[in-house]
T-cell receptor
Framework: DAKTTQPNSMESNEEEPVHLPCNHS???????IHWYRQLPSQGPEYVIH???SNVNNRMASLAIAEDRKSSTLILHRATLRDAAVYYC?????????????FGKGTHLIIQP | DAGVTQSPTHLIKTRGQQVTLRCSPK?????VSWYQQALGQGPQFIFQ???????QRGNFPDRFSGHQFPNYSSELNVNALLLGDSALYLC??????????????FGSGTRLTVV
């Protein structure tokens, strides 16, 4: 399975933008880039995904490098409720449902 | 619209016993996956069920088994419990044909403690 690399932790201030990086240098052309987050005492929650182009939704934006070897999850205006572990995951797009391979993720700390 | 429902929320078992955890998928989903999450770690994929069959399996021993019912709900069974099986067990559901784009919906998990 293609692997991802994320910083162990990051800290940001409330109401400021947050950029969470992810490296995936061995990504294949058929892998989607997915982001999930896990709030304390909850199961993971889908955030956003993309293949080649940048993506926006109500929760976040995903910026994908032109060579697809890295991506950045952008929270435009962090709140205390965004404090969570964020996971960057590659998901094969070839059909069928695949198990997700989670790493240790990035623990995002939001300071008031 | 109810999401993924797991039961029980907490469970304490003795080493060597057997345990069954239950999961009801999100309405409209047909695929159920199970994950084990040890403290401080990311979830680890156990297996996935679709059309009542195990379709994929992670690196877990045969003590871990499962079942999917015609209504898409699922059970995870663990035999001969070890202390190391203590973890949060997560169930995730998806729609097989578009899980790569629509993502997975996770339950809040069952916290299993083996003593």
């Amino acid at each position: 399975d293609a692997k991802t690399t994320q910083p162990n932790s990051m800290e940001s201030n409330e109401e400021e933008p947050v950029h969470l990086p992810c490296n995936h240098s061995t990504i294949s052309g058929t892998d989607y880039i997915h982001w999930y987050r896990q709030l304390p005492s909850q199961g993971p929650e889908y955030v956003i995904h993309g293949l080649t182009s940048n993506v926006n939704n109500r929760m976040a934006s995903l910026a994908i490098a032109e060579d697809r070897k890295s991506s950045t999850l952008i929270l435009h205006r962090a709140t205390l409720r965004d404090a969570a572990v964020y996971y960057c995951i590659l998901l094969y797009s070839g059909g069928g449902a695949d198990g997700l391979t989670f790493g240790k993720g990035t623990h995002l700390i939001i300071q008031p | 619209d109810a999401g993924v429902t797991q039961s029980p929320t907490h469970l304490i078992k003795t080493r060597g016993q057997q345990v069954t955890l239950r999961c009801s998928p999100k309405s409209g989903h047909d695929t159920v996956s199970w994950y084990q999450q040890a403290l401080g770690q990311g979830p680890q994929f156990i297996f996935q069920y679709y059309e009542e069959e195990e379709r994929q399996r992670g690196n877990f021993p045969d003590r871990f088994s499962g079942h999917q019912f015609p209504n898409y709900s699922s059970e995870l069974n663990v035999n001969a419990l070890l202390l190391g099986d203590s973890a949060l067990y997560l169930c995730a559901s998806s729609l097989a044909w578009n899980s790569q784009t629509d993502g997975y919906t996770f339950g809040s998990g069952t916290r299993l403690t083996v003593v």
